[in-house]
């Protein structure tokens, strides 16, 4: 069963626009939670994180959002630019650490 | 600073052979990870090392052996190796009090 869920594959957005990312999770024990970022041919790499003691994290064009009554997490791009075109994954900590499937974004210049 | 380092890059196994993936940090963090990354599944943990001395299994530990060597290394074995195992496999590592996963390039992995 999967305990992070990303449910839009894919994700296309024109330069300069804001890109939403979505992510669910099951588990209310969850108390950390983060976004990568991964080019073809490469790891991921960190790019943003929120704590469950939080609503809201934000680090330059990128901002987190949490929603723990809904088990909601979502990351916030603005403005898109092209070289953020790259899958995002969205994970969480408890006992281990658990990942999502993962979102495509393109933007589109 | 490397930071997290995989070898091979790639490679092509025969049902039946086995292998062992390797790597190694540089950054003296005591948890390193293993992770297999397929289609439609995203990143999903097979064993992990939270220090050195100690390993433990994750969410798909079947098929596969670790060995922490030592604080920078911690080698990930496929014994006999089936088509189902065909993946891409990174590892990871991170340091203690910090959530943040450090993760190296992938090894992808095919086997016939």
């Known amino acids: 069963d999967q305990q992070v869920k990303q449910n839009s594959p894919s994700l296309s957005v024109q330069e300069g626009r804001i890109s939403i990312l979505n992510c669910d999770y099951t588990?209310?024990?969850?108390?950390?939670f983060l976004w990568y970022k991964k080019y073809p041919a490469e790891g991921p790499t960190f790019l943003i994180s929120?704590?469950?003691?939080?609503d809201k994290n934000e680090d330059g064009r990128f901002t987190v959002f949490l929603n723990k009554s809904a088990k909601h997490l979502s990351l916030h791009i603005v403005p898109s630019q092209p070289g953020d075109s790259a899958v995002y994954f969205c994970?969480?900590?408890?006992?281990?650490?658990?990942f999502g499937t993962g979102t495509s974004l393109t933007v589109i210049p | 600073n490397a930071g997290v380092t995989q070898t091979p890059k790639f490679q092509v196994l025969k049902t039946g052979q086995s292998m062992t993936l390797q790597c190694a940090q540089d950054?003296?963090?005591?948890?390193m990870y293993w992770y297999r990354q397929d289609p439609g599944m995203g990143l999903r943990l097979i064993y992990y090392?939270?220090?050195?001395?100690?390993?433990d299994k994750g969410e798909v530990p079947n098929g596969y052996n670790v060995s922490r060597l030592n604080k920078r290394e911690f080698s990930l074995r496929l014994e006999s190796a089936a088509p189902s195992q065909t993946s891409v496999y990174f590892c990871?590592?991170?340091?203690?009090?910090?959530?943040?996963?450090?993760f190296g390039p992938g090894t992808r992995l095919l086997v016939l």
């Open positions: 990871a590592s991170r340091r203690t009090g910090s959530e943040t996963q450090y």
């Open positions: 950054m003296n963090h005591n948890s």
């Open positions: 588990n209310s024990m969850f108390d950390y």
């Open positions: 090392s939270a220090s050195e001395g100690t390993t």
């Open positions: 994970a969480s900590t408890g006992n281990q650490f658990y």
């Open positions: 929120i704590s469950s003691i939080k």
